[in-house]
């Protein structure tokens, strides 16, 4: 018996989902095939379409030089570019070496001022985080599954 209302429950569930997802669907007008076919020609020139590969990305991420690159939204101004550049020397963020690729603050760093540190925690804030992870189990277990103390011996620890 409690079979049957389970299955009449789920069936009714699932039709009022349909319902509501064919009701929304029908409210966007189709595209014509005029519309698909230019689509797929900008998709295909401009490389937005998936590779034959098992790897998920796109043509252009795979082959860059056969496509046009992405237009940029927001186009900078000379003088914008003039100041990034100010900037970015004046504290080191330009290569300074080529063959390692380092930048000039990380191979001389006296000659520019230190980058603000953030503000970290007290050691009191620090003892708290760990008694609370602790406590909850949110802690690496001992093995090399990457999974938390919780997840192993979920019935030791509360649940949230």
């Known amino acids: 018996m409690k079979t049957s209302h389970i299955f009449t429950a789920t069936s009714l569930a ?13 409210t966007d007008s189709p595209k014509t095939r005029e519309q698909v076919r230019q689509e797929l020609q900008e998709a295909v020139r401009t490389g937005n379409m998936p590779s034959n590969d098992e790897s998920g990305r796109l043509l252009r991420e795979i ?9 940029n939204m927001t186009p900078k101004t000379r003088e914008q ?8 020397v004046r504290t080191g ?20 001022p230190a980058p603000a540190a953030g503000t970290g925690k007290t050691r009191e ?7 609370e992870a602790i406590r909850t189990g ?3 277990a001992n ?15 509360p649940m949230r």
Not at 81 to 88: D, R, Y
Request: proline share 9%.
């Open 14 to 26: 699932l039709a009022a989902w349909l319902a509501s997802t064919s009701a929304t669907a029908q």
């Open 63 to 71: 082959n860059p030089s056969r496509y046009p690159p992405a237009p």
């Open 81 to 88: 570019v003039k100041a990034e550049l100010q900037e970015a």
């Open 93 to 112: 963020n330009v290569v300074g070496d080529e063959e390692s690729g380092m930048l000039e603050r990380e191979i001389h760093p006296s000659r520019y």
């Open 125 to 131: 804030q620090v003892q708290q985080e760990l008694r």
């Open 138 to 140: 949110d802690m690496p």
């Open 143 to 157: 093995d090399e599954s990457g999974h938390k103390l919780k997840e192993v011996h979920p019935g030791m620890y």
